[in-house]
Protein backbone atom coordinates (compact mmCIF):
# COMPACT_ATOMS: atom_id res chain seq x y z
CA UNK A 1 0.00 0.00 0.00
CA UNK A 2 1.61 2.95 -1.30
CA UNK A 3 -0.89 5.18 -2.47
CA UNK A 4 -1.52 7.85 0.33
CA UNK A 5 -5.47 7.35 -0.55
CA UNK A 6 -5.04 3.67 0.70
CA UNK A 7 -2.75 4.27 3.82
CA UNK A 8 -4.98 4.24 7.21
CA UNK A 9 -6.45 7.23 8.28
CA UNK A 10 -5.76 9.51 10.77
CA UNK A 11 -7.34 8.12 14.02
CA UNK A 12 -10.82 10.15 15.05
CA UNK A 13 -11.78 9.80 18.41
CA UNK A 14 -15.12 12.39 17.57
CA UNK A 15 -18.15 11.01 19.49
CA UNK A 16 -20.19 9.31 17.15
CA UNK A 17 -23.39 11.68 17.46
CA UNK A 18 -23.95 14.82 16.30
CA UNK A 19 -26.36 17.48 17.21
CA UNK A 20 -28.41 18.64 14.30
CA UNK A 21 -29.83 22.05 14.29
CA UNK A 22 -32.99 21.60 13.24
CA UNK A 23 -35.55 18.41 13.71
CA UNK A 24 -38.72 18.00 12.08
CA UNK A 25 -40.37 15.85 14.48
CA UNK A 26 -43.83 13.95 14.86
CA UNK A 27 -45.69 12.27 12.47
CA UNK A 28 -47.88 8.83 12.10
CA UNK A 29 -45.90 5.89 11.31
CA UNK A 30 -46.44 3.36 8.65
CA UNK A 31 -49.86 1.44 8.51
CA UNK A 32 -48.48 -1.48 8.87
CA UNK A 33 -46.79 -1.54 12.30
CA UNK A 34 -49.22 0.96 13.98
CA UNK A 35 -53.05 0.51 14.58
CA UNK A 36 -55.44 3.55 14.13
CA UNK A 37 -54.61 6.52 16.44
CA UNK A 38 -56.43 5.45 19.79
CA UNK A 39 -55.63 7.94 22.71
CA UNK A 40 -52.30 7.82 23.98
CA UNK A 41 -52.10 5.43 27.35
CA UNK A 42 -51.23 7.39 30.27
CA UNK A 43 -47.22 5.64 30.98
CA UNK A 44 -46.38 6.47 27.17
CA UNK A 45 -47.53 10.12 28.01
CA UNK A 46 -45.05 10.42 30.68
CA UNK A 47 -41.88 8.93 28.95
CA UNK A 48 -42.97 10.12 25.66
CA UNK A 49 -43.61 13.89 26.85
CA UNK A 50 -43.84 14.74 30.73
CA UNK A 51 -40.03 13.27 31.30
CA UNK A 52 -38.90 14.75 27.86
CA UNK A 53 -40.47 18.14 29.54
CA UNK A 54 -38.28 18.02 32.55
CA UNK A 55 -35.26 17.29 30.55
CA UNK A 56 -35.20 20.34 28.31
CA UNK A 57 -35.92 22.66 31.34
CA UNK A 58 -33.61 21.00 33.46
CA UNK A 59 -30.83 21.03 30.80
CA UNK A 60 -31.27 24.70 30.42
CA UNK A 61 -31.84 25.54 33.86
CA UNK A 62 -35.13 26.74 33.99
CA UNK A 63 -37.05 27.76 36.73
CA UNK A 64 -40.40 25.48 35.33
CA UNK A 65 -37.94 22.33 36.06
CA UNK A 66 -39.63 21.61 39.21
CA UNK A 67 -42.47 22.03 38.30
CA UNK A 68 -42.08 20.17 35.42
CA UNK A 69 -40.81 17.25 37.82
CA UNK A 70 -44.18 17.25 39.99
CA UNK A 71 -45.94 17.06 36.86
CA UNK A 72 -43.49 13.46 35.77
CA UNK A 73 -44.28 12.32 39.53
CA UNK A 74 -47.77 13.36 40.07
CA UNK A 75 -48.26 11.34 35.93
CA UNK A 76 -46.04 7.98 37.90
CA UNK A 77 -48.27 7.46 41.00
CA UNK A 78 -49.72 4.31 39.51
CA UNK A 79 -46.53 2.92 39.89
CA UNK A 80 -44.90 4.08 43.26
CA UNK A 81 -41.33 2.63 42.45
CA UNK A 82 -41.30 4.54 38.92
CA UNK A 83 -42.36 8.10 40.84
CA UNK A 84 -39.54 7.14 43.38
CA UNK A 85 -37.37 7.01 41.11
CA UNK A 86 -38.05 10.15 38.85
CA UNK A 87 -37.76 11.85 42.16
CA UNK A 88 -34.20 10.93 42.66
CA UNK A 89 -33.04 12.21 38.98
CA UNK A 90 -32.29 16.00 39.82
CA UNK A 91 -29.54 15.15 42.66
CA UNK A 92 -28.14 13.04 40.45
CA UNK A 93 -28.12 15.31 37.26
CA UNK A 94 -25.14 17.31 37.40
CA UNK A 95 -22.56 13.48 38.34
CA UNK A 96 -22.31 11.46 35.67
CA UNK A 97 -21.96 8.50 37.83
CA UNK A 98 -24.94 9.35 39.85
CA UNK A 99 -27.03 10.15 36.73
CA UNK A 100 -26.33 6.71 35.42
CA UNK A 101 -27.13 5.14 38.22
CA UNK A 102 -30.27 6.81 38.73
CA UNK A 103 -31.83 6.21 35.67
CA UNK A 104 -30.35 2.50 35.94
CA UNK A 105 -32.85 2.50 39.09
CA UNK A 106 -35.86 4.13 36.72
CA UNK A 107 -35.31 1.30 33.84
CA UNK A 108 -35.33 -1.45 36.84
CA UNK A 109 -38.43 0.33 38.35
CA UNK A 110 -39.78 0.56 34.88
CA UNK A 111 -39.42 -3.48 34.14
CA UNK A 112 -40.30 -4.37 38.16
CA UNK A 113 -44.09 -2.22 37.50
CA UNK A 114 -44.55 -3.86 33.76
CA UNK A 115 -43.70 -0.86 31.93
CA UNK A 116 -42.19 -1.24 28.39
CA UNK A 117 -39.71 2.17 28.49
CA UNK A 118 -36.24 2.60 28.81
CA UNK A 119 -34.35 5.96 29.46
CA UNK A 120 -30.42 6.14 28.42
CA UNK A 121 -28.56 8.91 29.93
CA UNK A 122 -25.82 10.75 26.86
CA UNK A 123 -23.52 13.26 27.40
CA UNK A 124 -22.88 15.27 24.34
CA UNK A 125 -20.26 17.68 24.74
CA UNK A 126 -20.02 16.37 28.68
CA UNK A 127 -23.62 17.65 29.39
CA UNK A 128 -26.12 15.53 30.56
CA UNK A 129 -29.49 14.34 28.58
CA UNK A 130 -31.81 11.84 28.74
CA UNK A 131 -33.35 10.12 25.74
CA UNK A 132 -36.15 7.67 26.09
CA UNK A 133 -37.47 4.73 24.31
CA UNK A 134 -40.46 2.25 24.00
CA UNK A 135 -39.11 -1.29 24.70
CA UNK A 136 -40.14 -3.85 21.73
CA UNK A 137 -38.57 -6.93 22.70
CA UNK A 138 -36.37 -8.41 25.13
CA UNK A 139 -34.20 -11.54 24.09
CA UNK A 140 -31.85 -13.70 26.64
CA UNK A 141 -28.37 -14.25 24.84
CA UNK A 142 -26.34 -17.38 26.90
CA UNK A 143 -22.85 -18.46 26.36
CA UNK A 144 -22.64 -20.68 29.33
CA UNK A 145 -22.37 -19.88 31.88
CA UNK A 146 -22.93 -16.41 30.96
CA UNK A 147 -26.63 -14.61 30.61
CA UNK A 148 -27.33 -11.28 29.33
CA UNK A 149 -30.72 -9.95 28.41
CA UNK A 150 -30.67 -7.64 24.93
CA UNK A 151 -33.43 -4.81 24.64
CA UNK A 152 -34.72 -3.81 21.08
CA UNK A 153 -36.29 -0.35 21.55
CA UNK A 154 -37.31 2.53 19.80
CA UNK A 155 -36.84 6.36 20.25
CA UNK A 156 -39.75 8.09 22.17
CA UNK A 157 -38.15 11.96 22.54
CA UNK A 158 -38.37 14.80 19.79
CA UNK A 159 -35.00 15.93 21.41
CA UNK A 160 -32.39 17.42 18.61
CA UNK A 161 -29.62 14.54 19.17
CA UNK A 162 -29.63 11.89 16.86
CA UNK A 163 -27.03 9.06 17.55
CA UNK A 164 -24.72 7.59 15.26
CA UNK A 165 -24.82 3.90 16.48
CA UNK A 166 -26.47 1.50 15.45
CA UNK A 167 -26.67 -0.42 19.12
CA UNK A 168 -24.90 -0.15 22.06
CA UNK A 169 -23.95 -2.11 25.20
CA UNK A 170 -22.93 0.91 27.44
CA UNK A 171 -25.59 1.92 29.22
CA UNK A 172 -27.34 -0.39 32.06
CA UNK A 173 -28.14 -2.56 29.14
CA UNK A 174 -27.34 -3.84 25.79
CA UNK A 175 -29.96 -2.12 23.67
CA UNK A 176 -30.65 -2.16 19.91
CA UNK A 177 -31.72 1.25 18.00
CA UNK A 178 -34.45 0.27 15.87
CA UNK A 179 -34.85 3.58 14.74
CA UNK A 180 -31.32 4.06 13.56
CA UNK A 181 -31.22 0.20 12.03
CA UNK A 182 -34.67 1.74 9.82
CA UNK A 183 -32.62 4.68 8.60
CA UNK A 184 -29.30 2.89 7.88
CA UNK A 185 -31.51 0.34 5.53
CA UNK A 186 -33.01 2.93 3.98
CA UNK A 187 -29.44 4.64 3.44
CA UNK A 188 -28.24 1.32 1.22
CA UNK A 189 -31.10 1.52 -0.59
CA UNK A 190 -30.60 5.03 -1.51
CA UNK A 191 -28.82 6.45 -4.80
CA UNK A 192 -26.70 10.03 -3.52
CA UNK A 193 -25.98 10.97 -6.69
CA UNK A 194 -23.90 13.84 -5.30
CA UNK A 195 -21.87 11.08 -3.18
CA UNK A 196 -18.45 10.10 -4.67
CA UNK A 197 -18.22 6.83 -6.32
CA UNK A 198 -16.71 4.33 -3.64
CA UNK A 199 -15.82 0.83 -5.37
CA UNK A 200 -16.41 -1.27 -2.53
CA UNK A 201 -20.05 0.39 -1.29
CA UNK A 202 -21.01 -0.45 -4.46
CA UNK A 203 -20.01 -4.15 -4.39
CA UNK A 204 -21.36 -4.70 -1.09
CA UNK A 205 -24.33 -3.46 -2.09
CA UNK A 206 -24.57 -5.84 -4.65
CA UNK A 207 -23.77 -8.55 -2.62
CA UNK A 208 -26.24 -7.45 0.12
CA UNK A 209 -28.98 -7.23 -2.43
CA UNK A 210 -28.44 -11.10 -3.51
CA UNK A 211 -28.33 -12.64 0.13
CA UNK A 212 -31.28 -10.92 0.67
CA UNK A 213 -33.29 -11.64 -2.05
CA UNK A 214 -34.31 -14.91 -1.19
CA UNK A 215 -35.71 -13.49 2.33
CA UNK A 216 -37.68 -10.85 1.31
CA UNK A 217 -38.33 -11.80 -2.51
CA UNK A 218 -37.36 -9.97 -5.26
CA UNK A 219 -40.22 -8.19 -6.37
CA UNK A 220 -40.62 -6.60 -2.68
CA UNK A 221 -36.89 -5.65 -2.59
CA UNK A 222 -37.32 -4.20 -6.08
CA UNK A 223 -40.24 -1.78 -5.19
CA UNK A 224 -38.63 -0.94 -2.33
CA UNK A 225 -35.58 0.31 -3.99
CA UNK A 226 -37.54 2.02 -6.73
CA UNK A 227 -40.37 4.12 -4.04
CA UNK A 228 -37.25 5.01 -1.92
CA UNK A 229 -35.48 6.43 -3.96
CA UNK A 230 -38.22 8.32 -6.19
CA UNK A 231 -39.17 9.39 -3.00
CA UNK A 232 -35.88 10.56 -2.00
CA UNK A 233 -35.66 12.55 -5.56
CA UNK A 234 -38.69 14.47 -5.14
CA UNK A 235 -37.07 15.39 -1.61
CA UNK A 236 -34.01 16.80 -3.42
CA UNK A 237 -35.98 18.23 -6.03
CA UNK A 238 -37.93 20.47 -3.22
CA UNK A 239 -34.80 21.31 -1.66
CA UNK A 240 -32.95 22.38 -4.47
CA UNK A 241 -35.95 25.10 -4.94
CA UNK A 242 -35.51 26.59 -1.30
CA UNK A 243 -33.06 29.77 -1.56
CA UNK A 244 -31.25 27.62 -4.50
CA UNK A 245 -30.56 24.79 -2.80
CA UNK A 246 -29.14 26.88 0.31
CA UNK A 247 -31.96 25.32 3.16
CA UNK A 248 -32.04 21.70 4.09
CA UNK A 249 -35.14 20.65 5.24
CA UNK A 250 -34.66 17.28 7.68
CA UNK A 251 -35.96 14.18 6.42
CA UNK A 252 -38.21 12.12 9.57
CA UNK A 253 -36.24 9.17 11.27
CA UNK A 254 -38.51 6.91 9.87
CA UNK A 255 -39.75 5.09 6.88
CA UNK A 256 -42.54 6.51 6.10
CA UNK A 257 -42.56 10.01 6.93
CA UNK A 258 -46.24 10.07 7.71
CA UNK A 259 -49.25 13.07 7.63
CA UNK A 260 -48.06 15.09 10.47
CA UNK A 261 -44.46 16.01 8.77
CA UNK A 262 -46.48 17.09 5.05
CA UNK A 263 -48.69 19.51 7.48
CA UNK A 264 -45.89 20.95 9.36
CA UNK A 265 -44.55 22.24 5.75
CA UNK A 266 -48.32 22.80 4.56
CA UNK A 267 -48.04 26.44 5.75
CA UNK A 268 -44.38 27.59 4.06
CA UNK A 269 -46.66 26.38 0.58
CA UNK A 270 -49.05 29.59 1.14
CA UNK A 271 -49.16 32.36 -1.16
CA UNK A 272 -50.21 35.00 2.22
CA UNK A 273 -46.82 33.85 3.97
CA UNK A 274 -44.54 37.17 4.33
CA UNK A 275 -42.59 36.67 1.49
CA UNK A 276 -44.66 34.25 -0.50
CA UNK A 277 -44.06 30.68 -0.83
CA UNK A 278 -40.99 29.15 0.26
CA UNK A 279 -42.07 25.38 -0.79
CA UNK A 280 -44.22 24.89 -4.17
CA UNK A 281 -47.16 23.65 -3.11
CA UNK A 282 -47.28 20.92 -5.67
CA UNK A 283 -43.62 19.69 -5.05
CA UNK A 284 -44.72 19.40 -1.30
CA UNK A 285 -48.03 16.93 -2.85
CA UNK A 286 -45.64 15.28 -5.35
CA UNK A 287 -43.41 14.22 -2.39
CA UNK A 288 -46.43 13.47 -0.16
CA UNK A 289 -47.88 11.20 -3.14
CA UNK A 290 -44.40 9.00 -3.36
CA UNK A 291 -44.65 9.00 0.68
CA UNK A 292 -48.03 7.67 0.40
CA UNK A 293 -46.83 4.97 -1.68
CA UNK A 294 -44.46 3.37 -0.30
CA UNK A 295 -46.98 2.95 2.81
CA UNK A 296 -48.71 -0.12 3.41
CA UNK A 297 -46.67 -1.60 0.28
CA UNK A 298 -44.94 -4.49 -1.29
CA UNK A 299 -41.69 -2.63 -0.46
CA UNK A 300 -42.82 -1.55 2.56
CA UNK A 301 -42.90 -5.52 4.01
CA UNK A 302 -39.75 -6.47 2.15
CA UNK A 303 -38.17 -3.01 4.14
CA UNK A 304 -39.49 -4.47 7.33
CA UNK A 305 -38.11 -8.19 7.18
CA UNK A 306 -34.76 -6.25 6.16
CA UNK A 307 -34.48 -4.31 9.16
CA UNK A 308 -35.49 -7.36 11.46
CA UNK A 309 -32.62 -9.21 9.62
CA UNK A 310 -30.08 -6.17 10.47
CA UNK A 311 -31.50 -5.51 14.22
CA UNK A 312 -30.72 -9.65 14.70
CA UNK A 313 -27.04 -8.97 13.63
CA UNK A 314 -26.85 -5.60 15.46
CA UNK A 315 -28.49 -7.54 18.61
CA UNK A 316 -25.70 -10.38 18.24
CA UNK A 317 -23.13 -7.89 17.93
CA UNK A 318 -23.83 -6.03 21.35
CA UNK A 319 -25.14 -9.19 23.38
CA UNK A 320 -21.19 -10.31 23.05
CA UNK A 321 -20.32 -6.97 24.85
CA UNK A 322 -21.63 -8.57 28.06
CA UNK A 323 -21.53 -12.19 27.67
CA UNK A 324 -17.33 -11.76 27.07
CA UNK A 325 -16.57 -8.58 29.08
CA UNK A 326 -13.20 -9.87 30.04
CA UNK A 327 -10.35 -7.47 29.53
CA UNK A 328 -7.78 -9.75 27.55
CA UNK A 329 -4.78 -8.65 25.55
CA UNK A 330 -4.94 -6.30 22.55
CA UNK A 331 -3.92 -9.22 19.74
CA UNK A 332 -0.70 -8.11 17.77
CA UNK A 333 -2.15 -7.32 14.33
CA UNK A 334 -4.98 -4.81 15.86
CA UNK A 335 -2.58 -3.09 18.15
CA UNK A 336 -0.57 -2.79 14.96
CA UNK A 337 -3.01 -1.26 12.66
CA UNK A 338 -4.03 1.28 16.31
CA UNK A 339 -0.72 2.43 16.80
CA UNK A 340 2.02 0.73 19.30
CA UNK A 341 1.74 3.49 21.55
CA UNK A 342 -1.99 3.59 22.35
CA UNK A 343 -3.10 1.04 24.80
CA UNK A 344 -6.44 2.19 25.61
CA UNK A 345 -8.01 3.14 21.65
CA UNK A 346 -5.81 -0.56 21.23
CA UNK A 347 -8.33 -1.88 23.88
CA UNK A 348 -11.78 -0.02 22.78
CA UNK A 349 -10.81 -1.70 18.93
CA UNK A 350 -10.30 -4.77 20.89
CA UNK A 351 -13.77 -5.02 22.06
CA UNK A 352 -15.63 -4.54 18.82
CA UNK A 353 -13.74 -7.20 16.94
CA UNK A 354 -14.73 -9.62 19.64
CA UNK A 355 -18.17 -8.40 19.00
CA UNK A 356 -17.99 -8.67 15.44
CA UNK A 357 -16.91 -12.38 15.79
CA UNK A 358 -19.68 -12.99 18.02
CA UNK A 359 -22.04 -10.80 15.10
CA UNK A 360 -20.58 -13.21 12.63
CA UNK A 361 -20.85 -16.27 14.00
CA UNK A 362 -23.98 -16.21 16.36
CA UNK A 363 -26.41 -14.14 14.35
CA UNK A 364 -28.65 -16.30 12.47
CA UNK A 365 -29.62 -13.66 9.49
CA UNK A 366 -26.94 -14.97 6.47
CA UNK A 367 -23.66 -14.55 7.38
CA UNK A 368 -22.34 -12.81 4.59
CA UNK A 369 -24.44 -9.50 5.63
CA UNK A 370 -21.82 -9.22 8.26
CA UNK A 371 -18.79 -9.15 5.94
CA UNK A 372 -20.73 -6.62 3.90
CA UNK A 373 -20.94 -4.21 6.99
CA UNK A 374 -17.19 -4.69 7.72
CA UNK A 375 -16.09 -3.95 4.81
CA UNK A 376 -17.71 -1.03 4.30
CA UNK A 377 -16.54 0.15 8.09
CA UNK A 378 -13.27 -0.36 6.48
CA UNK A 379 -13.41 1.26 3.02
CA UNK A 380 -16.45 2.34 2.38
CA UNK A 381 -17.15 6.23 1.38
CA UNK A 382 -18.14 6.67 5.08
CA UNK A 383 -15.26 5.16 6.80
CA UNK A 384 -14.20 6.66 9.80
CA UNK A 385 -11.18 5.52 11.87
CA UNK A 386 -13.22 4.50 14.25
CA UNK A 387 -12.74 1.51 16.85
CA UNK A 388 -14.81 -0.33 14.75
CA UNK A 389 -13.05 0.62 11.49
CA UNK A 390 -9.83 -1.10 12.76
CA UNK A 391 -11.35 -4.31 13.95
CA UNK A 392 -13.14 -4.51 10.53
CA UNK A 393 -9.53 -4.50 9.17
CA UNK A 394 -8.35 -6.65 11.42
CA UNK A 395 -10.99 -9.62 10.95
CA UNK A 396 -11.46 -8.99 7.50
CA UNK A 397 -8.05 -10.09 6.81
CA UNK A 398 -7.25 -12.63 9.48
CA UNK A 399 -10.84 -14.29 7.75
CA UNK A 400 -9.51 -13.69 4.08
CA UNK A 401 -5.98 -14.95 5.03
CA UNK A 402 -4.20 -12.02 4.08
CA UNK A 403 -1.64 -9.92 5.18
CA UNK A 404 -3.38 -6.92 7.22
CA UNK A 405 -0.39 -5.33 9.01
CA UNK A 406 -0.67 -2.43 6.60
CA UNK A 407 -4.35 -2.46 6.33
CA UNK A 408 -6.54 -3.60 3.08
CA UNK A 409 -7.19 -1.10 0.78
CA UNK A 410 -10.23 -0.62 -1.79
CA UNK A 411 -9.43 -3.92 -4.36
CA UNK A 412 -8.10 -5.93 -1.48
CA UNK A 413 -11.07 -5.36 0.80
CA UNK A 414 -13.65 -5.96 -2.17
CA UNK A 415 -11.27 -8.94 -3.00
CA UNK A 416 -12.24 -10.61 0.59
CA UNK A 417 -15.73 -9.46 1.02
CA UNK A 418 -16.47 -11.33 -2.45
CA UNK A 419 -14.32 -14.45 -1.63
CA UNK A 420 -16.12 -14.87 2.21
CA UNK A 421 -19.64 -14.08 0.47
CA UNK A 422 -19.47 -16.95 -2.06
CA UNK A 423 -18.58 -19.39 1.19
CA UNK A 424 -21.46 -21.51 2.15
CA UNK A 425 -23.00 -20.01 5.88
CA UNK A 426 -21.72 -22.81 7.92
CA UNK A 427 -18.21 -22.62 6.18
CA UNK A 428 -18.11 -18.87 6.99
CA UNK A 429 -19.37 -19.26 10.55
CA UNK A 430 -16.69 -21.49 11.03
CA UNK A 431 -14.30 -19.46 9.45
CA UNK A 432 -15.03 -16.63 12.57
CA UNK A 433 -14.50 -19.19 15.35
CA UNK A 434 -11.03 -20.08 13.45
CA UNK A 435 -10.07 -16.24 12.87
CA UNK A 436 -11.18 -15.93 16.41
CA UNK A 437 -8.15 -18.64 17.74
CA UNK A 438 -6.28 -17.37 15.57
CA UNK A 439 -6.46 -13.67 16.74
CA UNK A 440 -6.85 -14.92 20.65
CA UNK A 441 -5.10 -17.99 20.91
CA UNK A 442 -8.04 -19.67 22.65
CA UNK A 443 -11.79 -21.45 20.99
CA UNK A 444 -14.61 -19.38 20.61
CA UNK A 445 -17.39 -20.15 23.22
CA UNK A 446 -20.50 -19.85 21.07
CA UNK A 447 -23.39 -17.82 21.85
CA UNK A 448 -27.06 -18.36 21.29
CA UNK A 449 -30.46 -16.36 21.60
CA UNK A 450 -33.65 -16.90 23.51
CA UNK A 451 -36.73 -14.57 22.50
CA UNK A 452 -39.51 -13.38 24.01
CA UNK A 453 -41.70 -10.84 22.37
CA UNK A 454 -43.63 -8.37 24.21
CA UNK A 455 -47.36 -7.99 23.41
CA UNK A 456 -46.99 -3.96 23.10
CA UNK A 457 -45.46 -3.17 19.87
CA UNK A 458 -47.83 -0.08 20.56
CA UNK A 459 -46.40 3.99 19.26
Not at 50 to 55: E, F, G, P, Q, R
Not at 172 to 184: C, H, K, T
Not at 357 to 368: M, S, T, V, W
Not at 431 to 443: D, I, K, N, R, V
Request: with cysteine; glycine share 6%.
Amino acid sequence: MTDDDDELPRRSKRPLFAVLALVIAGGVAWKLLHPPPKPELPERTLFRKLLVTWVIAQARHDLSAPDALAACVAAAQPWPEVAKAIEALPAAWDDRDALEVATKNLNRAARASGLAFWVDPQFPDGKPILTTYEVLRRSTWVSEPSRVEVIQVRRLDTLNLVLGLLGHASGDQPAVLRDRIEMSVLDKLRVDTDDRPNAVDDAAAQLWREHLTPLVGAAGLAEADRRVNERERLARAMEKRLKGGKIHVPRPERLVFGDSYFENLEPYTSNTRRGGPLILASDLRALRRADEALDDSEGLRALLQIIELESELVEAHEARHDLDPREVKTPDLLQHLVGEDDLRFGKMAERELRAFIGQLHDGRPPACLSVVSLAQLARGRHSQSTPHFFAAHALLSTLGGVDGTRGLDEGQVIEVMKALCALPDDELRQGAAAASETLYGEPLKPAHQLVEKLDSLKP
